[in-house]
């Protein structure tokens, strides 16, 4: 059974930066194209960013593209999501999220493509 384990969200100040983390564990890591989602009170699970099974691709929507990067290390079984020049409208619950891509080298921006999910991480950036 794949287990998606996000870490790194807490409090900051706007400007400021945090590194989320998600641990996968479960099945073979390098299998699977992972995407970084959030969920804001109220609103819809938006796409943050993706990255593809190999690390090769990446994408990210325009709402953070320039301030947050993703990336992956298939040798810890580790995605991370760095942000910087947080603003107070990132705040929001972070969902690492999962889906086996076979061999297609993909990112997959659309939150309902993913199978596994995280339970995710707060990050609260005060103005």
């Known amino acids: 059974q794949v287990q998606l384990v996000e870490s790194g969200g807490g409090l900051v100040q706007a400007g400021g930066s945090l590194r989320l983390s998600c641990v996968f564990s479960g099945r073979t890591f390098s299998s699977y194209a992972v995407g970084w989602i959030r969920q804001a009170p109220g609103k819809e699970r938006e796409f943050v960013a993706g990255?593809?099974?190999?690390?090769?691709?990446?994408d990210s929507s325009d709402a953070v593209k320039g301030r947050f990067t993703i990336s992956r290390d298939n040798a810890k079984n580790t995605v991370y999501l760095q942000m910087y020049s947080l603003r107070p409208e990132d705040t929001a619950v972070y969902f690492c999220a999962a889906k086996t891509s076979g061999t297609f080298n993909y990112v997959y921006k659309d939150p309902d493509e993913y199978t596994y999910w995280g339970r995710g991480t707060q990050v609260t950036v005060s103005s």
């Open positions: 990255v593809s099974w190999s690390g090769s691709r990446t």
